[in-house]
């Protein structure tokens, strides 16, 4: 389970348009990925690393194919419940969405000798699979408001407008010191300065909303064996392919008996962005599982960073109240461009360590520790001039792969999970899992839209397997936190008040459940 919260305002973030939609929340995004797979790995946590025999072990330790003993053919529809519940300046709101969704279908052609062949070959069994899992569902809701009387994002717009003071005047542009004055949520003094005109010290309502979905599916191809039952080997080719998209929106309200100080009569301004990220890339995964008895296996996995490639669009626009005179800027009425921004991308490897008690025909234990190595996340810009900044493209991509190195680290990763066979067709399933913290303590410090990344799985799930057709039911239960600053302000701009009042910060607590069934056919 994967989720792509990106900063409401990562033009303020950032200071650079070219860098709005790429920043360093966009980097764990694309990297932070958990297979999603069949019904049966979700049951028991989807520990697979020396488990094998199932179709999701291709995106986690392909030498899981050397399990197979026939070929098969499956599917599986899955269903997400999501809920968000927030605080901000102690006001509370929840959120939810549900969807319908395909975690996996796969395809696997096994050839398993038998009688005298089988005991004179060394290779007992080869395997060749094609398919999807699902690696990361970036469907997810979220709302949260409160007011506030100590700061307001416009002090973004005003800092931007003062430190660039050709950006509010010149051609029409994506900056913020262009959106803030040429909505009038700016107006200047006699010295050329800027200044909001937000009464905000008597109060504003400031509410934040964002709705995002897509996700990850990686496409595999893969090709396993089995030598002489001891040493399984496999390789899995991945091709992820990405696809999100995500409306938000920043609104200031002037508070409820807030007319004091008001001159410009200031109502509310709205800021939003719709983006659409879609993208491609390829990696490999290399993996062994040895059967030490037949009570013990362990296994070991190498996973090859992900190179992407990615195409982003995104659509800004800001609307101002005042003197019940509206003033907006939009893509829609030509008053602001369109971005669009081709870039590559390369997430982290990952190498994953496991081992499996066999308890006869009773079932098995197993567990997966999974390394993560995020400050290895690099980004690749093309030639050319950002010209809201003056730099290259290619120097805001090494000073963001320098603050990625600062602000991330490696995480260690816990899968544990059982099964149990209740009788000769029925099994039962437990899994638990822990994600560890992927933030440096720098990276939470000065992050103004973070999750803590550590993340706990609770699973469970049943079987009925037959002859030549199985169907499994699995459910996994995610939580984890996120806090966010809806917005941040470089005060070195700004001339409005001397005072440096930091954005208040959400806490955002999820609740995501993910119902899963599959079905299959053996032959």
Known sequence: MRNFGLVLLPAIMMGSIAASAQDIKEAYNLSNTTVQGTARSMGFGNALGSVGGDFSSLSVNPAGLGIYRSSEIEIT???????????????????NINHFNFNNFGL???????GRRYDHRSWKTVSLAFGMNRLADFNQNYTYQGTNNSSSASLAFESDANLNPTNPTGNPNNSLGYLGYNSYLL???????????VPY?????????????GGIDEYTISLGGNYKEKLMLGVTIGIPRLDYQSSSYYQETLAAGNNAGNPYGFNSFTYSQNLNITGAGINAKLGAIYKISDIFRIGAAFHSPTWYSIHDVSNLGIST????????????????PQNRFNYNFATPWKGVLSGTVM????????LDYEYVDYS???????GGIDYSTGATFQQEADAMNQTIKKTYQGASNIRLGGEAKISKDFMARLGFGYYGNAYTAYGESTANSYYTTQRIDLCAG???????????????HSMYQGYEQPYTIDYSGVVSTTTTALAPTAKINYSLNNIALTMGVKF
Request: charged share 10%; proline share 3%.
């Open 187 to 197: 107006n200047q003094n006699a010295a050329g300065q800027y200044y909001s005109i």
């Open 108 to 114: 696997v052609f096994t050839n398993a000798p038998k």
């Open 201 to 213: 010290g008597g109060g504003v309502n400031q509410l934040k909303s964002m709705q995002s979905n």
């Open 376 to 382: 290895s996340m690099r980004y690749q810009y093309p």
């Open 462 to 476: 049943l079987g009925f397997h037959f002859n030549h057709f199985y169907t499994d039911l699995g459910y996994v």
């Open 77 to 95: 529809p899955s269903l997400r419940l999501n809920a968000a519940s927030s605080d901000y300046t102690g006001n509370t709101m929840t959120d």
């Open 321 to 336: 109240v005042h003197n019940d005179t509206v003033a907006t800027l939009s893509v829609d009425n030509g008053s602001l």
């Open 359 to 366: 308890l006869n025909n009773f079932g098995f234990i197993t």
